[in-house]
C-alpha cells in the first residue's frame, strides 16, 4: 500500500455543519504509513484539531477532536472517499457526525498544492 495522503494538504470547500469561510477556509495537513492516517487542521471556526485512523484503498475512517473559536470543543467519527478531479488532485467527500449528534453531515475538501 503507497502512503498516498502522506504529506498532501486540504482546504474545506463546503460543510453541512456550518458555512465555510471562503477567505479562511479550514485547512488540513494528512501524514500516513502504512494505512495509518493522522493529521492536524485550524481555521474558520476551529482554533486546532486533530484526527487519527485509517485508509483502506479509497475509504478513510477517522476519529477527531478540535477546540472551537468560540469556545468549547467537538469530536466525532467519520468516513471519507476519495476522488480525483479532472486536474489530478484529490477530493475528500466525508459524511461525520459529532459525538452526541444524531445528525449526519457531509463536508468536501479539495487537494491544495
Not at 49 to 56: E, L, N, P, Q, S
Not at 83 to 99: D, I, K, Y
Request: glycine share 10%; charged share 25%; proline share 2%.
Amino acid at each position: 500500500m503507497t502512503d498516498l495522503l502522506n504529506g498532501r494538504s486540504f482546504v474545506m470547500e463546503s460543510s453541512t455543519a456550518s458555512a465555510v469561510d471562503p477567505d479562511a477556509p479550514t485547512a488540513f495537513t494528512y501524514h500516513e504509513a502504512n494505512g495509518v492516517i493522522w493529521g492536524e487542521y485550524f481555521g474558520d471556526t476551529v482554533i486546532h484539531g486533530r484526527f487519527a485512523g485509517t485508509r483502506d484503498d479509497d475509504r478513510i475512517s477517522i476519529a477527531y477532536t478540535h477546540a472551537l473559536k468560540a469556545g468549547g470543543r467537538a469530536s466525532g467519527r467519520s468516513d471519507s472517499r476519495i476522488e480525483t478531479t479532472e486536474a489530478g488532485l484529490l477530493r475528500l467527500v466525508e459524511e461525520f457526525q459529532f459525538a452526541g449528534d444524531d445528525v449526519q453531515h457531509e463536508s468536501v475538501c479539495i487537494e491544495v498544492v
